[in-house]
């Protein structure tokens, strides 16, 4: 019997953990997603190529390794098969290596209708979703009326998928007397159900299964399953700055129901995050910059969104976030990604703590994200050099030797690996790092 190893983001999503699955994946038998969908974008560069997963796990490059799409996970089958197909432009064969629970819910065309209906609803308060379908997806879910993949092949499946589409149409004719006129992905919602329908066959083709039984059978037999979040922790639906944030459990605790395995199998929970801190879409961002930091950080860190191409928001490094990402996630290994973006400032910044109306607080507690508040800041200094070339911890500049350490010191979790850049092969571990995995 082994245990199961989690890797997600700490901030607001787009951390770099794709890269890191990847750079992961030869140590273990299985990758399986455990929530979210095509509103995720996880970027793998090696070989001199760049590859963008939205719903297939981040291990899809090694033959040797199974992929799951977890029960947790919705798909859309249109950006699905787009997915594959690309991925088949690159001479890989996912279909091989990759396995869909049954029990994962579908995004129907008019879920993302439903989408843009809310998104435009709420004006200036809107999410900043990514528009793909989610949070009305999610919702037939818990609100017990959803599709899943194990019902494409019932003789039931299109009177179910027309009694859900006739609630739709009802619930966005409530919300907006011109919803005929909303494009879904550039196309008329008619266009966009022809192509949904047909890559329903994509999905036939494809191995679905039961998938609590084939994680809990490789853990069993002692295989190395490594669960892959998306998203992040202050994007959870419970933990997150709420309303803003996704529509599903993005924490460790959404790997028990994202897979169905018991908490007991549980085993190193590695938390990836940015030595800064980004944030596409609305919402608080109390380390937030609008000066020409925020712009190097954007510029050299190329944040603009893998799914939606949106700049992203850019700022200091949060550590009571942080630390509150660590805390709800159990992280026993703390992994830092992007130092190399801020190679040029002289000077790095920290959030320590936060001043409020009322007193100042060194946790993220509801007034944080809640009520007007303003960052205290230690600052560093930088290294001002480049990274390149760099393979191992010694050799990094003393300031970001002195940044790691106190951030680990503050965190009281260690940092096995920093990453300095987006290829596989710009990553440094700590000598027992790998070693110590399963
Ligand atoms: P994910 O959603 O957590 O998988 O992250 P994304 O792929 O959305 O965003 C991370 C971006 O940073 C991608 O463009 C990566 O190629 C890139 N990236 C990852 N690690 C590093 C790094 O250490 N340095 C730099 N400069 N870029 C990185
Ligand atoms: P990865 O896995 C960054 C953000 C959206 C929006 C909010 C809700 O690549 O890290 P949704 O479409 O879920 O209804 O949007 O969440 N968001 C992400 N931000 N990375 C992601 O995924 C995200 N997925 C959703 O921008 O603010
Ligand atoms: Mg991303």
């Not at 590859?51 to 297939?56: D, K, N, R, S, V």
Request: aromatic share 8%; glycine share 10%.
């Amino acid at each position: 019997m082994t245990k199961i190893d989690v890797l997600l983001g700490l901030q607001w999503g787009d951390e770099g953990k794709g890269k890191i699955v990847d750079f992961l994946a030869p140590n273990y038998d299985v990758i399986a997603r455990f929530q979210g969908g095509p509103n995720a974008g996880h970027t793998l560069e090696f070989d001199g190529g760049k590859h963008i997963l939205h719903t297939i796990p981040s291990g899809i490059f090694h033959p040797s390794i199974k992929n799951i799409v977890g029960n947790g996970v919705i798909i859309d089958p249109v950006v699905f098969e787009k997915e594959i197909n690309q991925l088949r432009d690159k001479g890989v064969e996912p279909t091989k290596n990759l396995f869909i629970s049954k029990r994962t819910h579908l995004i129907t065309p008019t879920h993302l209708l439903l989408d843009a209906v809310y998104e435009k609803s709420k004006g200036k308060a809107k999410i900043g979703s990514t528009l793909k379908g989610i949070g009305p997806a999610y919702t037939d879910k818990t609100g017990r009326n959803g599709i899943r993949v194990g019902d494409i092949t019932s003789s039931e499946f299109m009177k179910k998928y027309e009694r859900l589409q006739k609630q739709h149409l009802k619930i966005a004719s409530v919300f907006d007397t011109d919803y005929e006129g909303i494009l879904i992905h550039g196309i008329k919602l008619q266009e966009y159900e022809e192509l949904w329908i047909k890559a329903l066959e994509l999905l036939k083709s494809l191995e679905r299964i039961d998938s609590e039984y084939f994680i809990n059978d490789c853990v069993a037999k002692g295989k190395r399953v490594l669960a892959e979040g998306a998203q992040g922790t202050l994007l959870d639906l419970d933990f997150g700055s709420y309303p803003f944030v996704t529509s599903s459990n993005t924490i460790a605790g959404g790997v028990c129901s994202g897979l169905g395995v018991p908490p007991s199998v549980i085993g190193r929970v590695f938390g990836v995050f940015k030595a800064y801190c980004t944030r596409v879409g609305c919402g608080p961002f109390p380390t937030e910059l609008f000066d020409s930091d925020g712009e190097i950080l954007r510029q050299k860190g190329h944040e603009f969104g893998s799914t939606t191409g949106r700049p992203r928001r850019c700022g200091w490094l949060d550590l009571p976030a942080l630390k509150y990402s660590v805390m709800i996630n159990g992280v026993t290994d703390l992994l830092m990604m992007k130092a190399d973006v801020m190679n040029e400032l002289p000077v790095i910044k920290v959030c320590t703590a936060y001043k409020t109306p009322v007193s100042d607080v060194n946790h993220l507690s509801w007034e944080v994200m809640n009520e007007k508040i303003t960052p205290i800041y230690k600052e560093l200094p930088g290294w001002q050099t480049s990274l390149k070339g760099i393979d191992n911890f010694s050799d990094l500049p003393s300031e970001l030797k002195d940044y790691i350490k106190f951030i680990e010191t503050e965190c009281n979790v260690g940092i096995p690996l920093l990453s300095i850049g987006p290829d596989r092969k710009e990553t440094l571990i700590k000598t027992d790092f790998i070693s110590k995995l399963n």
